[in-house]
């Protein structure tokens, strides 16, 4: 959800990167390793897990992101 509890579309690549993610929640991924993946740029990928986390469906660590455990979220 994002800030001020109002819901946006996601898009593509956001679902993309969500899907891959919560198939495999025990690994950690960082911009580079889901632009290997998923064929888009670093820079693309960087800043989509910057809106995912914004929107609160991403925990961020240090360097990496995790999804949060509860698949409602999104």
Same mark, same amino acid.
């Given at each position: 959800m994002? !800030?001020?509890?109002? %819901?946006?579309? %996601?898009?593509?690549?956001?679902?993309?990167?969500?899907?891959?993610?919560?198939?495999?929640?025990?690994?950690?991924?960082?911009?580079?390793?889901? !632009?290997?993946? !998923?064929?888009?740029?670093? %820079?693309?990928? =960087?800043?989509?897990?910057k809106? =995912?986390?914004?929107?609160?469906?991403?925990?961020?660590?240090?360097n990496?992101?995790?999804?949060?455990?509860?698949?409602?979220?999104?």
């Open positions: 994002v !800030s001020g509890g109002s %819901m946006r579309d %996601m898009t593509n690549n956001e679902m993309l990167i969500v899907l891959k993610m919560f198939k495999t929640p025990e690994r950690e991924f960082n911009a580079n390793s889901i !632009s290997r993946e !998923s064929g888009l740029t670093s %820079m693309g990928a =960087l800043k989509i897990l809106r =995912l986390e914004k929107d609160g469906i991403l925990s961020p660590k240090t990496t992101y995790t999804p949060f455990t509860s698949p409602g979220r999104i």
